[in-house]
Each structure stands twice: as C-alpha cells, then as structure tokens.
C-alpha cells in the first residue's frame, strides 16, 4: 500500500440538499456562512460553486452585509497616490553599523578548502570557495579520480565498484574506483538488472497497488 492511506481526507461529495442550499443562498451570502450550514469546508462551497458556475450578486458584494470594503471603511490609515515613504532614499536606516557584516566577511566556523564532511552517506571534501556549495564540495571519490586521471568527461561519472564503497579517506584509493556512463548506473541500481521477469512483477504490483487504492478512495 501506499503512504497516502489513512492520511489523505475522504473526497467530499455533496448530497443533492446540499447543492440546492448552495444554489439558493450563494449569490446573497457569504461563503463561510453557507459552509457551516451544510458542514461543509469554505473551499468546498467555492469549488462547488464554480462548478456550478454561481457568482455573488454585485448589488450584495457592494452592501453592507458582504463584510468586503466599500471604500471609505480604513481610508484614514492607507496610502495615498503619490505618497512618499519615510524611508525612501535613507538605505541601510534600520541597520546599526556594528552588527552589519562587512565586505568579505567570513564566519568564524566556515570549512577551509581541503575540509572534508559526510552527506547523503558519501565523504566529500571542500575543493573551492565560490560560496556555492553544491560547488564547493564533491564527491571524495570523485575528487581521488580527477587527481589521477583529470576531469571527468561529460556524460559520465566516478562510482564505486561493486560492494566497495567508503567513507574513510585512507581507505579510498584509485583502485576501487571506475568511471561509467550515467545509463549503466542507472541500470545497476534499478529492478531491471534482475532481469525482465523481476520488472514485470514489480510493474504489476503497482498496477495492484494503485488499484486497490483507488477503491478504497471511493
């Protein structure tokens, strides 16, 4: 089964008073309102009543008794046409010196290049500092087969062979490196390297799954 089970709300479906109360009252009244009457969301009523293409009368949106603006209401406290803020021209005013970092400024716990970190179960090593991070750091691995072999060339890249992957440096040597294109790497982590009957099962316990699901939903 799915994640989803047990965490997704049941699809509303509205009766048919449902939609009649809807129908009469949607034009004159507000939205909220007519959701508590038929213990229904807001946003059901609002999609409900695009499906059945219902506006608010605009002689009621304009009245009193829509709760919206009627243009006057706040007129003291609003912004004005060509109003001019107290700020304008006056940048850095809510900054105090002392605590603005400076040009160039670096943290005091920023990694030096050559650093090395574990992320997402691979050793990486810090090799420049343009500020970028998905930059800054690469693979280990990758960067122990650059320095013997050079740049990786497009198209591929550097992975462990097969059940020697590391996360201690000392332990990561050139040897238990190759270079492949991102096709075979994707075939040696997917179900279709166990061959075409395994992907067939796999395939069909989706359709199974999705199947089920869908009744249960309904």
Known sequence: M???????????RPTDEQIAVVRARFATTRTREIAEQIGARYQQVV????????KKDPAWLAGDESGR?????????????GHTPWIKGRKGVLQSPETVFKPGHRPHNQAQVG?????GGYLQIKTSETGYSPRDWISYHRHVWQLAHG?????????????????????ITIDLLECIGRRENMLRNTYYRFGPEVA???HLRGVLTRTINNRTKT
């Open 115 to 119: 650093s090395l970190r574990l992320f």
């Open 200 to 202: 067939a099962i796999v």
């Open 47 to 54: 999609k409900l009543a695009q499906k059945l293409q219902l």
């Open 2 to 12: 799915t994640r989803s089970r047990g965490i997704n709300r049941p699809r509303w």
């Open 69 to 81: 603006l009627t243009g006057v209401v706040g007129m003291g406290t609003r912004f004005t046409p």
């Open 151 to 171: 740049p990786v060339p497009d198209g591929l890249m550097v992975v462990f062979r097969d059940g020697q992957r590391r996360t201690d440096p000392d332990q």
